[in-house]
């Protein structure tokens, strides 16, 4: 007979198995065995958190409540403001302080009221210990800047002010009272074009060719100063006038800056002079020497510059406030004398010749004060 041999199928539970095997007799056994808890395969594509609310394992305000204790504020904490005179208070002879005026501070006490019951506090001291120089926290000012612009300027907590960036330039600004000049356009040699810087920071238009012919018309009042700035460029050379007028010496070298601007006596009175340079706004120091004509008509030669009427100065003579020793100034003895409408030419030049070392070109203030009337 032939031998058969049955399988049948295999049932697995989470915790027993059972398996029967049958021989060709018909007898057979059953086994029973324990297996292994099955494992979850882990997921190829793993779903994303749920948004749930009942799902969150962190609380918002609990994690805020975590950040680090000693994270600071953007605004400052001025902590507790101080109690008014008056204010109830709870501890006698407890001492109180508060800020005043120019970062200063004062203090108040607390006391006992008159009928003993409880504590006030009392009026507060002067203030004391104000900032020298300082501004008062929160004043808001507005100010002039640059060449006709506005800043403004804060003064903060510590009563020291704070400046925003200066706007409202005009296009191409320029400084008040500044002159300038230039040959362009002028086919004619020794010929120049003239311009000037108005109050509202702006350049007029260039002048037709000409001489160069600057004017600064002095004040009448004795103490009172006026200033221009003018140009001393290598365009505008010559020799260098030294010596004592009106024997004036020329140098040898012929490529020294100058200029000539005729000061003007608005008035009917003799007017006396001081004049000096001064560093123009943005300009360089430069080692100038000054003097004086008579008259208001330019030398024509080198005799004619050597018959100055006063000068020449190479340094900045006691009684002007040049703000460096390297300018030049004229007064005292060799003060500027103006008759009734009457003009001078002020004369001053680069002491070292162009292309050295040596500052010689630049913007260059000149001061004229009024000393005496008559």
Not at 9 to 33: E, K, M, N, R, Y
Not at 145 to 158: K, V
Not at 185 to 209: D, N, V
Request: proline letters at 9%.
């Amino acid at each position: 007979m032939a031998r058969r041999r049955l399988l049948f199928p295999l049932f697995v539970s989470s915790t027993l198995a059972v398996i029967v095997a049958c021989s060709a007799d018909g007898g057979g056994d059953a086994i029973l065995f324990e297996t292994a808890e099955p494992v979850e395969p882990a997921p190829t594509n793993p779903l994303p958190p749920s948004n749930r609310p009942d799902d969150a394992s962190i609380d918002v305000k609990d994690a805020a409540s975590d950040a680090p204790k000693d994270a600071k504020p953007d605004t400052f904490d001025a902590g507790k403001p101080a109690p008014n005179p008056g204010d109830a208070c709870k501890t006698l002879d407890e001492v109180f302080d508060r800020k005043c005026g120019i970062c200063g501070n004062q203090q108040a006490l607390c006391e006992p009221k008159p009928d003993g019951t409880a504590g006030v506090v009392s009026a507060y001291s002067p203030c004391v210990n104000e900032l020298a120089g300082g501004c008062m926290p929160g004043t808001v000012e507005s100010e002039a800047c640059g060449n006709c612009g506005t800043r403004t300027r804060t003064c903060n907590m510590y009563c020291a002010w704070t400046t925003s960036a200066c706007t409202g330039e005009p296009p191409g600004a320029c400084t008040p009272t500044t002159h300038d000049y230039t040959t362009a356009g002028c086919p004619t040699a020794g010929t120049l074009r003239t311009r000037s810087c108005a109050s509202t920071c702006t350049w007029s238009g260039y002048s037709a060719c000409g001489a160069l012919d600057f004017k600064l018309t002095v004040s009448g009042t004795v103490g009172n100063t006026v200033s221009a700035i003018y140009p001393l460029r290598a365009t505008q050379a010559g020799k260098r006038l030294t010596g004592t007028c009106p024997n004036g010496t020329l140098s040898t070298t012929t490529n020294h800056p100058y200029l000539y601007v005729e000061v003007v006596n608005p008035t009917d009175a003799t007017l006396t002079l001081s004049a000096w340079n001064a560093t123009a706004p943005g300009g360089v120091v430069i080692d100038t020497l000054m003097g004086w004509y008579t008259g208001n008509v330019r030398p024509a030669d080198d005799n004619a510059r050597k018959a100055c009427a006063k000068g020449i100065i190479d340094a900045c003579p006691t009684g002007t406030p040049c703000p460096e020793y390297q300018w030049a100034g004229v007064t005292g003895a060799n003060a500027i004398t103006l008759p009734p409408f009457g003009s001078a030419l002020v004369y001053f030049a680069s002491y070292y010749a162009a292309g050295g070392t040596s500052a010689t070109e630049g913007n260059v203030k000149l001061v004229v004060r009024t000393d005496s009337s008559q």
